[in-house]
């Protein structure tokens, strides 16, 4: 299991949202750029960014945005109000080694379905692709949290698997920007329903111990740490030295 670390940006800041509430916010003294070269001077080869902005339907962050990742090596997985299949073949195209899509795939029956036809060309568009599914008592949540969607979990989930999608960013909602612990229930309940998924764990990470137990877990590919980095809980160096001995590699 990878811990990728995370980077949340609002108006051009760093910051971490508590339960993803806009009004509940931390702001890091550190630029993007800065903790971006921080990661990758410790040996991150993958780094997590969202634009909250992008994520209300806000664009104002992103050229700054993208100025940034395109001066780093880092692999970037990145995602924040990504509604168009134009808008996925942009960002594949200009080197965003995974994009994440919520808010379109889930609203818009047909989305999933054109995406996935991008597999057919020489570019494998939808190999870049991580379907991110936010939880909050088993109630999708989408448009940055602000919305439920009818949809079942597990429905949603088989759908994504029928059309060739098996990387899962699932967070729990209850859990993040809170510090006390993973989702192991629910991120349990995922790996049981499915042999195939590659799933990544979000939210609520504290301590070594929280990624130890996830780990325990036998089958999530990677998890998002971010607000206990920030917050001295997990050093850099720690994610080091256990990345180093994970067997996954970008």
């Given at each position: 299991?990878y811990?990728?670390?995370?980077?949340?940006?609002?108006?051009?800041?760093?910051?971490?949202?508590?339960?993803?509430?806009?009004?509940?916010?931390?702001?890091?003294?550190?630029?993007?750029d800065?903790?971006?070269?921080?990661?990758?001077?410790?040996?991150?080869?993958?780094?997590?960014?969202?634009?909250?902005?992008?994520?209300?339907?806000?664009?104002?962050?992103q050229?700054?945005?993208?100025?940034?990742?395109?001066?780093?090596?880092?692999?970037?997985?990145?995602?924040?109000?990504?509604?168009?299949?134009?808008?996925?073949?942009?960002?594949?195209?200009?080197g965003?080694?995974?994009?994440?899509?919520?808010?379109?795939?889930?609203?818009?029956?047909t989305?999933?379905?054109?995406?996935?036809?991008?597999?057919?060309?020489?570019?494998?568009?939808?190999?870049?692709i991580?379907?991110?599914?936010?939880?909050?008592?088993?109630?999708?949540?989408?448009?940055?949290?602000?919305e439920s969607?009818?949809?079942?979990?597990?429905?949603?989930?088989?759908?994504?698997?029928?059309?060739?999608?098996?990387?899962?960013?699932?967070?729990?909602?209850?859990?993040?920007?809170?510090?006390?612990?993973?989702?192991?229930?629910?991120?349990?309940?995922?790996?049981?329903?499915?042999?195939?998924?590659?799933?990544?764990?979000?939210?609520?990470i504290?301590?070594?111990?929280?990624?130890?137990?996830?780990?325990?877990?036998?089958?999530?590919?990677?998890?998002?740490?971010?607000?206990?980095?920030?917050e001295?809980k997990?050093?850099?160096?720690?994610?080091?030295?256990?990345?180093l001995?994970?067997?996954?590699?970008f």
């Amino acid at each position: 299991m990878y811990i990728i670390p995370a980077i949340d940006v609002l108006d051009k800041k760093v910051v971490r949202l508590r339960e993803g509430n806009y009004q509940d916010v931390t702001t890091y003294d550190i630029s993007l750029d800065e903790q971006i070269k921080k990661y990758y001077a410790n040996g991150t080869e993958l780094v997590h960014i969202i634009d909250l902005n992008g994520a209300k339907g806000d664009f104002s962050n992103q050229e700054y945005l993208f100025d940034i990742i395109r001066k780093t090596d880092m692999k970037v997985q990145y995602g924040g109000g990504v509604r168009s299949i134009d808008k996925v073949k942009e960002l594949v195209d200009a080197g965003i080694y995974r994009v994440i899509v919520g808010t379109q795939a889930i609203t818009n029956p047909t989305f999933l379905e054109e995406l996935a036809t991008l597999n057919q060309g020489p570019v494998k568009y939808a190999d870049h692709i991580v379907i991110a599914i936010d939880v909050l008592d088993e109630v999708i949540k989408y448009s940055g949290w602000l919305e439920s969607s009818p949809i079942k979990l597990i429905e949603y989930i088989d759908k994504c698997l029928a059309l060739g999608f098996f990387r899962f960013l699932c967070t729990d909602i209850s859990k993040d920007g809170k510090l006390g612990g993973a989702g192991v229930e629910l991120y349990k309940k995922l790996l049981d329903h499915s042999p195939i998924i590659k799933l990544i764990g979000s939210g609520g990470i504290s301590s070594m111990k929280d990624i130890e137990e996830l780990n325990a877990l036998g089958r999530i590919e990677s998890v998002v740490v971010g607000k206990a980095i920030y917050e001295n809980k997990i050093s850099i160096e720690e994610i080091k030295d256990w990345n180093l001995k994970a067997l996954i590699k970008f």
